[in-house]
């Protein structure tokens, strides 16, 4: 039996695929205590695991607008906004991140620590040396972030572009996030480092989970960009395996009996209180098609949603394995769990977004051709239309998204996971013992 820490930051597309983690765990027998946001005590200890919050500094609710959270945000535009959220949503946080872990470290010594990408905190940690911390691995949960002399800075939505030409345009902006968006959070990051560890901290701190013993990304390769100089501690998990949502199944089921194609549309369970971004869109640009719609609201009151066409159908929440197989086109705001599970049943996407790692998620699609990305947030009903209707006449979109559902069904998801943590553990404990 091991004893592991999931250290998390409290937002849900953060925290939901680590409670399967953490579940899977749990299951087997291991003592995991899990880091991360109040409102999220009792899902957590629904998966075995004990729930250790994050101090009040470190935690908030990501279903709150942000201008709400922090008001001088509101007068912020373009990179001076990037640079205010990234400082004060993920890197000053990471102080009393880096604290709450090593607190439960010392009160009961770790074997390992798994965290996600933005849980800054995790930088913080490998300022100490092996022996003093436990090994940290970064799970995956969203596009891959790490730094490549092959790709665009993490955020622009730029796909690889290939020769001279890209590595040129690559270096090149890299070389202005650096000059222009990093210096103010970059210098509260240095100031934390140096205060916990007496010396610079030794990379971008938003390049840390190179740094870390494992890299264990929630994809499989064929959705991530190859990246000549990856470090050699990246390994891909494929999704980690967790059911959909075990909705019953609505009174107009017996309507998706194939006789025209299925279109599944949501925006999810977080950023789903403005309709207009993309439902509302999506059923009037969608109204007069050959198609069934099967909205589901996430969550919120089936009579909230604007007035439905006649060939929409609606639920709070629709089970997922039930759906997928009957879906022919998976329409989205670009979170990428949702992705992955439409693509490990073969679905192509049309994914719409421009905030948070969206833009990263749909640029991911249109580069694996499983489907067509909307550079918005708020798409027109004609732009909606024109993509669903591409995905359905061209078979090459479907292809490409049953190649990567064959991929799927090849990996081993959170097992792989956990092999890769018992490895470090084996490691870390022969060390130990010399």
Request: glycine letters at 20%.
């Given at each position: 039996m091991a004893s592991i820490i999931i250290a998390a930051m409290p937002i849900h597309g953060h925290v939901t695929p680590l409670l399967a983690v953490a579940r899977h765990l749990a299951g087997r027998g291991d003592r995991v205590r899990f880091v991360t946001g109040a409102r999220f005590a009792e899902v957590v200890r629904a998966t075995g695991a004990t729930h250790l919050p994050l101090p009040a500094e470190a935690d908030f609710d990501d279903r709150r607008d942000w201008n709400e959270t922090f008001p001088e945000r509101a007068a912020l535009r373009g990179t001076r906004?990037?640079?205010h959220d990234i400082e004060h949503i993920f890197v000053r946080p990471g102080l009393p991140q880096h604290d709450a872990v090593m607190a439960a470290h010392a009160a009961e010594p770790a074997d390992a620590v798994l965290t996600d990408p933005a849980f800054v905190g995790g930088a913080f940690l490998l300022g100490h040396p092996l022996g003093v911390r436990p090994p940290v691995v970064m799970c995956g949960i969203c596009p891959l972030m790490i730094s490549s002399r092959d790709t665009a800075p993490?955020?622009?939505g730029l796909t690889p572009l290939r020769g001279p030409l890209g590595r040129l345009r690559d270096a090149t902006l890299a070389t202005v996030t650096r000059?222009?968006?990093f210096p103010p959070f970059e210098r509260i990051a240095?100031?934390?480092f140096q205060r916990l560890h007496g010396r610079s901290i030794p990379f971008a701190v938003l390049d840390w989970p190179r740094h870390a013993e494992a890299i264990v990304q929630f994809t499989v390769p064929e959705f991530e960009?190859?990246?000549s100089d990856a470090p050699a501690t990246l390994h891909f998990a494929g999704p980690i395996s967790?059911?959909?949502s075990r909705a019953p199944l609505p009174p107009w089921w017996p309507e998706l009996d194939g006789s025209r194609p299925v279109v599944h549309l949501t925006q999810g369970t977080i950023a789903n209180s403005d309709y207009g971004q993309l439902i509302r869109p999506a059923l009037e640009g969608l109204a007069d098609e050959n198609v069934l719609i099967a909205v589901a609201t996430g969550g919120r009151p089936v009579d909230s949603l604007p007035p439905l066409p006649a060939n929409a159908r609606a639920a709070e929440f629709l089970p997922y394995d039930d759906l997928l197989p009957r879906t022919?086109?998976?329409?989205?705001?670009?979170?990428?769990?949702?992705v992955q599970y439409a693509l490990r049943y073969g679905v192509p996407i049309v994914a719409a977004g421009s905030h948070e790692d969206k833009p990263e998620v749909i640029a991911r699609v249109a580069w694996a051709g499983v489907g067509r990305r909307l550079r918005t947030e708020t798409p027109t009903p004609a732009a909606v239309r024109r993509a669903v209707r591409a995905v359905l006449d061209d078979h090459r979109y479907r292809d490409a998204a049953r190649h990567i559902a064959d991929r799927m069904a090849t990996t081993r998801g959170v097992h792989r996971l956990a092999d890769i943590v018992d490895g470090l553990v084996e490691e870390s404990r022969r060390s130990r013992l010399g």
């Open positions: 906004a990037l640079a993490f955020g622009t000059r222009i968006v240095e100031q934390i960009y190859p990246r967790a059911s959909g022919d086109v998976y329409v989205t705001n670009g979170g990428y769990g949702g």
